[in-house]
């Protein structure tokens, strides 16, 4: 499998609380962040989302969807929230949100493998590509997030 780490930036004029509101409620994503073709439950989770497991299709400008679970393994509301998947990707996710003069700052690791057979073999060429299409797709996300909370977008890489 090829691996990648990515690393995440979102700065929004928002609280917080409002901020975390959004970003915890996966199941939400698609109504606001254009890369989430569907979210769909397949479990609960217990307090604070943890144990819950969700499962993603994902799409971007590459002709191509991702389709992969990712199951709540810490929960530390507003502060942090972490995830492991499986499926075409496999691996971590982790949100951290600060607060400061500026509103919130969001910082997501993404460290995570990818099981799709012409993925992996064209890893060596295709790395740049894929690197840009997470960063697209973030992109989306960083300007949906503003919009669903009415706020500034401060800075997002």
Known sequence: MAAYSFLTTWCVDA???DVWDVISASDRYPEWWKGVR???ELEPGGEHG???LNRFEWRSKLPYSL???MRVTRSEPPYVLEGRAAGELVGVGIWRLYEGAAGTALVYSWDVST????MNRLAWLGRPAFAWNHDY????GARG????LNAKLVAHD
Do not use: K
Not at 137 to 140: G, K, Y
């Open 137 to 140: 797709v973030m992109r989306q």
């Open 67 to 69: 389709e992969f679970d």
């Open 15 to 17: 609280p917080i609380q």
């Open 38 to 40: 569907r979210v769909e």
């Open 145 to 148: 997030l503003a919009e669903r």
């Open 115 to 118: 099981s799709r057979a012409w």
């Open 50 to 52: 943890i144990g819950a």
